[in-house]
């Protein structure tokens, strides 16, 4: 696992309580995530959630995927921990507007601590976020904990891919996304198995690549404007992150970043 030191809740709090996150939200839309929603129904497909079920999603932002769930996927209740009190009360406002909050709930922790009862849940459901986590033995454990026999864990990431980045790419690209590690798709495997569940699918989506350049293509050809006034319509700053997703692209390339899709199940 690539780490990096002095990264971490307290960094990515900053990120998605101000600019940079809403910087997010108008390359990738409501769902922060690779792959939008064709990424979750590939998910919910693959893991086999079934309707009428209850989830919590860890890192829920403002709960773009948990309305996903409960909309298309005929979901019960979903519950959704995220510790950026921002995105929190955006999300809990969405959810009203879409006429969706008496089946959704919103918690404002840590995922490596959600304070929620053990075995209550029928899926634990991630996209794209764990990357962010510090502990992530904690916060697999915490999934497991929190799932009835039987139940599953789900999730996408940003993991490393089969070519191992340079030390010093990990810690530019570490840096820049503000994550304190990367793990890759063994890693995962193996936190997810200490845990007593059977790992069903780990795979690369595929979808990372052309996504990335997507974004870079859509802030340079459609959205200047509406990124520059996010940054106070500060050019150097722009140029700064265009280089850096520029960077990420040619990582995404030469497959060291991948977007992971990981299903298991509680035994
Ligand atoms: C990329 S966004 C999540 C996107 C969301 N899953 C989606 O698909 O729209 C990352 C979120 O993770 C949350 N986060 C990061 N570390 C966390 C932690 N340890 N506990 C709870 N939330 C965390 C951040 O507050 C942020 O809202």
């Known amino acids: 696992m690539k780490t990096l030191?002095?990264?971490g809740l307290q960094q990515v709090q900053t990120v998605y309580s101000g600019a940079e996150g809403r910087l997010w939200e108008l390359l990738m839309g409501?769902?922060?995530h690779i792959g939008g929603l064709s990424s979750s129904l590939d998910l919910a497909?693959?893991?086999?959630?079934?309707?009428?079920?209850?989830?919590?999603?860890?890192?829920?932002?403002?709960?773009?995927?948990?309305?996903?769930?409960?909309?298309?996927w005929g979901i019960a209740e979903m519950t959704g921990i995220d510790?950026?009190?921002?995105?929190?009360?955006?999300?809990?406002?969405?959810?009203i507007d879409e006429g969706l909050d008496d089946k959704i709930r919103?918690?404002?922790?840590?995922?490596?601590?959600?304070?929620?009862?053990?075995?209550?849940?029928d899926f634990v459901w991630g996209e794209d976020a764990w990357c962010y986590v510090e502990n992530k033995p904690a916060m697999i454990a915490e999934a497991a904990r929190i799932i009835r026999p039987g139940g599953t864990i789900a999730f996408t990431d940003w993991v490393e891919g089969p070519t191992p980045m340079t030390d010093a790419e990990a810690k530019r690209f570490l840096t820049f996304m503000k994550f304190p590690n990367l793990a890759n798709v063994d890693d995962y495997k193996t936190l997810l198995t200490k845990n007593n569940?059977?790992?069903?699918?780990?795979?690369?989506?595929?979808?990372?690549t052309s996504c990335i350049e997507l974004y870079i293509q859509m802030v340079?050809?459609?959205?200047?404007?509406?990124?520059?006034?996010?940054?106070?319509?500060?050019?150097?700053i722009f140029e700064g992150l265009a280089g850096e997703m520029m960077f990420i692209g040619d990582l995404a390339r030469q497959n060291k970043i991948i977007q992971g899709l990981f299903v298991a199940g509680k035994g």
């Open 30 to 32: 409501q769902q922060i």
């Open 197 to 208: 569940c059977k790992v069903m699918t780990a795979e690369n989506t595929g979808r990372y």
């Open 83 to 95: 510790a950026t009190e921002t995105m929190v009360k955006l999300g809990k406002q969405r959810c």
């Open 5 to 7: 030191d002095n990264m």
């Open 220 to 236: 340079s050809q459609q959205l200047t404007y509406d990124a520059l006034k996010i940054l106070n319509f500060d050019q150097a």
């Open 106 to 121: 919103f918690v404002l922790a840590d995922v490596c601590n959600s304070g929620l009862p053990a075995t209550s849940f």
């Open 45 to 72: 497909q693959k893991a086999g959630i079934k309707p009428g079920s209850s989830g919590v999603d860890f890192c829920c932002c403002t709960g773009a995927g948990m309305r996903f769930l409960v909309r298309f």
